[in-house]
């Protein structure tokens, strides 16, 4: 007996709906794709309990016929594509007629449908893929589908969806997505009876944007328009680097109308923000790229949501330069990578970074050199002549604080041959103007200074017409010449080690801040880092937690309530954590609508905070993670609180608060990491200081 059988269309069905049915979300996607593809200009959703019990999407489209409607179930059946040829010119978001037939194989499916024309429309049941009835109905132009008890027939797969807060979230989700993307048509959405989302036609993506995400939001946005009609253009927004998330649930990526989850393009989209955003660190994007039919294959994955690039870099390269673009347009970025000189000798000038920008970066670059030596005032002065700053441009003249970093100034008058470096600190004498025949001064160091001839073979000038140095004539400061002449310095970098609960003792005496951010400390063992926005993050975080199971955290009530209008997304996620907030301090009131209102926040925060602190908790936790248990919530939601309120980078502090801080951090859990992992003290030991300096 043959082992090889044909497989019934049934069974093959609920195959294929393994890979088109991941999940409720997954059901409307292929419901909202069909309704946009039919030209509806009017789209609702009903969802009830996340998706599981009910799924009900209607439109206004051009309907179908009754023979089309049976024949829509048939699994391949399709009006959108006839030839191989058509499938490199796919202009619908559907096309290989798998979707229907995979739903209705694993769920009940009622389909009602009328087309123009018509004098009744067409009811059709379907269950677990089998045909149960085809009668008339009474509907309007346009079609109503419905997927009840999803997996009721395979309840392997019904027992790993998510909870009904998470798989709610991926369908508030979808339905934006497809909002942003459509602003021509209505999107209603609602959910267990409860409208959460609402959206009339919009003139543009702009106004789109404003209905779904409020007037904040939309002032925080830069416009993008880049790229090239051969190969990709790229349109849309992208936040401004304050507004920033914790999460990439904020961007939202197309391709020829089509939502996609693309790692190309959010690696694009993250490379324009280089240098701009920290680590960890996401901005908000509303991205819509525009591809050439023949360039891009969009029958790479069953549920359609990624995509194949024929020239992938090119369109990188256009992304990337595009949002780069729009934060150069913003002021918040230069226009061109300058980190080495090389860049501006070898390549041409790109069309946003002129000759004068790259000769003016290396400028900058050369004056930055700095080897713990302060160059003369009169040398400073000649300097700023050739950058065309005027030389009486005021300095500071005061004396250096005991933990300051910076190196002491050097006073013109007591700056001469073989002066030592470091005389003369408190001088507060002006530095005069000098033309450029002044005879230069002698360096500090002469018996290392080299010759003339070569500091001009060593020290190439600037390649930029607009600065003329005559090497007759003019000199180049000490410090150029220090730096052709001395050793650089021996990074302690490789020394540097993170510290274990074990090592660490009370005895840590702090001896001031490195860049107002670090705390500078010894203890027996040698030299301590400590982070002082880490360092209390862990003190809070440690508190919140203890709070929870001793009493309700204090509380400071607000004189007038703060309102702030939730994202759809945010709107699903906060029902969930919204007790949990309260326990931590927060009084909220959820009002009409997607609209919240903060009347007390917690003790230690900043109330103008408020907006802010709710916001990043609200994205903070991440999708999957609604639907964890109680105890994670709370470490979520505390570790965000934490990382909020926690004393910030830059902020001075006197010796009596880094010893408070030091000493509440010795009583934590863990005082050597933070709530995210990261390194909170990092030590050099004396050992390592002997061995850098060959000490025996």
Not at 189 to 211: C, F, I, K, M
Not at 300 to 310: D, G, L, N, Y
Not at 578 to 583: K, P, S
Not at 670 to 689: A, Y
Request: hydrophobic share 40%; aromatic share 6%.
């Amino acid at each position: 007996m043959s082992k090889i059988r044909v497989l019934a269309d049934h069974i093959a069905n609920q195959i294929a709906a393994g890979e088109v049915v991941e999940r409720p979300a997954s059901v409307a996607k292929e419901m909202v794709e069909n309704s946009i593809d039919a030209g509806a200009r009017r789209i609702e959703i009903d969802v009830e309990a996340g998706g599981r019990r009910l799924l009900r999407v209607s439109d206004d489209g051009e309907g179908m016929t009754r023979d089309d409607a049976v024949l829509a179930f048939e699994r391949h059946a399709t009006s959108k594509i006839s030839t191989t040829e058509d499938l490199e010119q796919i202009r619908t978001l559907g096309f290989r007629g798998e979707a229907l037939a995979s739903i209705a194989s694993v769920a009940r499916v009622e389909l009602i449908t009328q087309t123009a024309g018509e004098a009744e429309a067409t009811r059709v049941l379907i269950e677990g893929g089998r045909m149960r009835d085809v009668v008339p109905a009474a509907r309007p132009r346009g079609t109503t589908i419905s997927a009840r008890d999803l997996f009721f027939n395979i309840p392997a797969r019904r027992k790993f969806l998510r909870s009904e807060a998470t798989e709610n979230f991926h369908l508030t989700n979808l339905v934006t997505h497809y909002a942003l993307a459509y602003p021509e048509v209505e999107f209603v959405l609602t959910n267990n009876g409860r409208e959460t989302l609402r959206v009339s036609p919009a003139a543009d993506l702009r106004e789109r944007a404003y209905q779904i995400f409020g007037e904040e939001f939309l002032d925080s946005l830069l416009p993008v328009g880049g790229g090239h009609e051969s190969v990709t253009v790229v349109r849309g927004y992208v936040s401004s680097p304050r507004e920033r998330r914790t999460t990439r649930d904020a961007q939202y990526l197309f391709v020829n109308g089509r939502f996609v989850r693309d790692r190309l393009i959010s690696r694009a989209l993250a490379e324009g923000y280089r240098s701009v955003l920290p680590h960890g660190v996401y901005p908000a994007a509303l991205l819509f790229l525009e591809v050439p039919l023949e360039e891009v294959d969009v029958n790479v994955h069953p549920a359609k949501t990624e995509v194949r690039f024929r020239r992938a870099v090119v369109v990188a390269d256009a992304v990337r330069d595009a949002v780069r673009a729009a934060l150069v347009t913003g002021g918040y970025a230069r226009g061109a990578d300058s980190s080495t000189s090389e860049q501006f000798r070898n390549e041409p000038p790109s069309s946003n970074w002129s000759r004068q920008d790259a000769a003016a970066d290396l400028r900058r670059r050369q004056e930055s050199i700095d080897f713990g030596l302060a160059a003369s005032s009169r040398d400073d002065a000649l300097m700023r002549r050739h950058d065309d700053t005027p030389a009486d441009v005021p300095t500071d003249k005061t004396a250096s604080a005991p933990t300051s970093m910076s190196a002491p100034s050097v006073s013109p008058d007591q700056t001469a041959v073989g002066a030592p470096v470091g005389e003369g600190r408190n001088s507060a004498q002006a530095s005069p103007e000098f033309s450029d025949t002044t005879e230069p001064l002698a360096p500090a160091f002469p018996d290392l200074a080299p010759s003339s001839d070569t500091l001009r073979e060593q020290i190439p000038a600037p390649p930029s017409p607009s600065v003329s140095i005559n090497p007759s004539t003019a000199s180049f400061p000490p410090s150029q010449v220090r730096a052709t002449t001395l050793p650089p310095l021996v990074s302690a970098a490789r020394a540097m080690r993170e510290v274990t609960v074990e090592s660490l003792t009370a005895n840590i005496r702090p001896l001031g801040q490195l860049e107002d951010s670090f705390i500078i400390a010894t203890d027996p063992e040698g030299l301590l880092l400590i982070d002082q926005h880490v360092a209390h993050e862990r003190i809070l975080f440690d508190k919140y937690r203890a709070l929870e199971a001793a009493r309700p955290a204090e509380s400071q009530n607000l004189l007038v309530p703060e309102t702030f209008d939730l994202t759809p997304a945010q709107a699903a996620a906060f029902a969930t954590v919204a007790d949990e907030l309260e326990t931590y301090g927060f009084g909220l009131m959820r009002l009409s609508g997607r609209t919240v209102a903060i009347k007390a926040v917690p003790a230690d925060l900043p109330p103008s905070e408020a907006r802010n602190i709710l916001a990043e908790v609200l994205e903070t936790i991440d999708a999957e993670k609604r639907g964890s248990a109680r105890a994670t919530l709370r470490e979520e939601i505390a570790a965000s609180l934490a990382c909020r309120a926690a004393i910030k980078i830059n902020v001075p502090l006197t010796i009596e608060k880094m010893l408070w801080l030091i000493d509440r951090l010795l009583l934590t859990s863990s005082p050597t990491t933070c709530p995210h992992g990261r390194p909170v003290i990092i030590r050099l030991t004396k050992r390592d200081i002997e061995r850098a300096f060959h000490r025996p």
